[in-house]
């Protein structure tokens, strides 16, 4: 019924939204009336001034699977830490579950591929300090999580942990699969292959390991995975009025030793309009994207949504503007997306708290 619901929504989309990503009519997307709520605080590292644990502020990514009933299993990532939480939603009720450690203090040895040898990026001093996660996505049977793959926003420096991409074995209810008992870092590999592609991409491997702000450097803010593709959605560069999606095979990211990745990965362009960047992605039931854009920098672009087939040869459909958020919440940016719904994307903000998690309606449906 999902699918059949979401099939006649890009039909009736097609033709309302031919092409124009700039169109003058395009709808001015509002929240639903109908509020979320959480039966605890969101993980962030750290404790604040007065000592209490610090409530998450950076929502970055979400992945849901979708159990049935109106009940989702979903993981979460911040880009502060390197921990993922797993949460339910169930109708409006978002309830935060167990952490699990993406990351040591430490790059580990069985981390496929080869770690980074001569680092980049405007302070070329290597550290190991978090996983500046950006992207959640799900196929089964594994959640995946990227670091952002760019460097440091505010120190321009590299920091090696946020080269990592790590996926996590789950259930089919979207447990970590562990013995019973066992911790759920045991269900967590990682892999260094990821940059090994970004570097060698075409037109956007001269950005990768470059200044964000300064030189519109790679940086690595959403994810899909459909079958053995796995999609990094850019933020930066944005080129031309164009966002990109690098494509890689998933089984070559994660074979197995420890060689470097050394395919030819698929860049595809997006036009999304000039400075746009994608700011996240979700897999729609017919194996299509809903992108989320925004400023690739710190540009006076609004955020989008768009469907896009990553495998087709159309240009995306652009389905409306995020409306801007009320005055005691305008610092709030549109961060992670999921569905909850055949028409219907929750949306967590970056910068409040909790992510300030509310769901729009995808117009057009009927």
Known sequence: MLLRSFLRLSTVLSALFTVAPAMASEPILQPDPQTYELAGDLWAPGKDEAGQKNVAEDISGIACIDLGGGKRRCLLINDEGGKAQFATIEDFRIEPKKRVDLIGEGPNPATLGRQPKEPGCPDPRQRF????????????????????HGCARRAKAFTLSAMLLARIRVTADGKADVAEGAEPEG?????????????????????????????????????????????????????????????????????????????????????????????DLTVLPDGQLLVLTGPAQF?????????FDPKGTATPVA????????????????????LVGGDRVLVFFDSLRNGAPRSYTVPGRR
Do not use: C
């Open 129 to 148: 300090k978090e996983l500046d996660g950006e992207g959640v996505a799900y196929a089964a049977p594994y959640f995946y999580v990227t670091g952002s």
């Open 299 to 307: 540009q006076d672009v609004p955020y989008r949504l768009f469907r």
């Open 187 to 279: 269900a967590v590999e990682t892999t260094w292959r990821l940059g090994d592609a970004l570097a060698r991409a075409e037109t956007v491997g001269a950005h990768f390991l470059k200044d964000l702000t300064d030189e519109n450097g790679l940086n690595i803010e959403g994810l899909a995975v459909v079958g053995d593709d796995l999609y990094a959605g850019l933020r930066a560069p944005s080129l031309d009025g164009k966002a990109f999606l690098v494509a890689v095979s998933v089984e070559a990211l994660f074979a197995k030793g420890h060689e470097p990745y050394a395919g030819t990965p698929r860049v595809i362009p997006i036009e999304v309009g000039e400075g746009a960047g994608i700011r």
């Open 319 to 338: 389905l409306g503007r995020l409306a801007p958020l009320d005055e005691s919440e305008k610092r709030g940016k549109p961060e992670a997306i999921t």
